[in-house]
């Protein structure tokens, strides 16, 4: 005699993996182009900048602030990232472990 065997649990439970994977997917490309438009941005709002430096001292100011600005930004950028990363591991994990119940 053949037990019967469920296959629905497992099916459903892959589903809403891929669900996971096609969120993920799509709020990583929706931060890329926030983050690229944000970058572009920050680019021409920091040429706008660059025409009026008049001094050496201004340009050395200017550059350190930039830069700084610009590390700040790639910052929030990355923990935006890693934020869609970390809700989805364990988003996945969450429903591997209720699949090992």
Same mark, same amino acid.
């Given at each position: 005699?053949?037990?019967?065997?469920?296959?629905?649990k497992?099916? !459903?439970? %892959?589903? /809403?993996?891929?669900?996971?994977?096609?969120? #993920?997917v799509s709020?990583t490309f929706?931060? *890329?182009?926030?983050?690229?438009?944000?970058?572009?941005?920050?680019?021409?709002?920091?040429a706008?900048?660059?025409?009026?430096?008049?001094?050496? !001292?201004? %340009?050395? /100011?200017?550059?350190i602030?930039?830069?700084? #600005?610009?590390?700040?930004?790639?910052?929030? *950028?990355?923990?935006?990232?890693?934020?869609?990363?970390?809700?989805?591991?364990?988003?996945?994990?969450s429903?591997?472990?209720?699949?090992?119940?």
């Amino acid at each position: 005699m053949t037990p019967n065997v469920d296959f629905q649990k497992p099916f !459903e439970a %892959v589903q /809403k993996l891929m669900n996971l994977q096609a969120e #993920a997917v799509s709020k990583t490309f929706e931060q *890329q182009q926030k983050s690229g438009k944000e970058l572009t941005d920050f680019f021409k709002g920091e040429a706008e900048k660059a025409k009026i430096l008049k001094t050496p !001292e201004d %340009v050395v /100011k200017f550059n350190i602030a930039s830069n700084t #600005a610009l590390f700040e930004l790639l910052k929030a *950028q990355g923990e935006a990232f890693t934020g869609i990363a970390t809700s989805t591991r364990e988003a996945a994990m969450s429903e591997l472990q209720s699949m090992a119940k």
